[in-house]
């Protein structure tokens, strides 16, 4: 089992930035992907990005391309949302999640959430 906690959600201003991070602790960290997804309020919880255990694959949401980049650091157990050029529509609960790809995952974090206003 995997635990994950995040950290770096708030409140920022169209066009801004924002960095989210996520612990994991549980297992041998390398050795599985990691990724992110978003609830807004109403609607389904969507992946935004994934990364796969090398860091050497990932995956982006259509919305997301170009404005988010995910990463990891093995050595410090942790994975990384850089988020540029952020929109209203961003506004959610950021979840990390571990051991899975595409739209199924066994481990997930609390959540963090991410408001930006226009």
């Known amino acids: 089992q995997v635990q994950l906690v995040e950290s770096g959600g708030g409140l920022v201003q169209a066009g801004g930035s924002l960095r989210l991070s996520c612990a994991a602790s549980?297992?041998?960290?390398?050795?599985?992907?990691m990724g992110w997804f978003r609830q807004a309020p109403g609607k389904e919880r969507e992946i935004v990005a994934a990364?796969?255990?090398?860091?050497?694959?990932?995956h982006y949401a259509d919305s997301v391309k170009g404005r988010f980049t995910i990463s990891r650091e093995n050595i410090k157990n942790t994975i990384y949302l850089q988020m540029h050029s952020l929109k209203p529509e961003d506004t959610a609960v950021y979840y990390c999640?571990?051991?899975?790809?595409?739209?199924?995952?066994?481990?997930w974090g609390q959540g963090t959430q991410v408001t930006v206003s226009s």
């Open positions: 999640v571990g051991e899975g790809w595409g739209d199924t995952w066994s481990s």
């Open positions: 549980g297992r041998a960290f390398s050795t599985y992907s």
């Open positions: 990364i796969n255990w090398s860091g050497g694959m990932t």
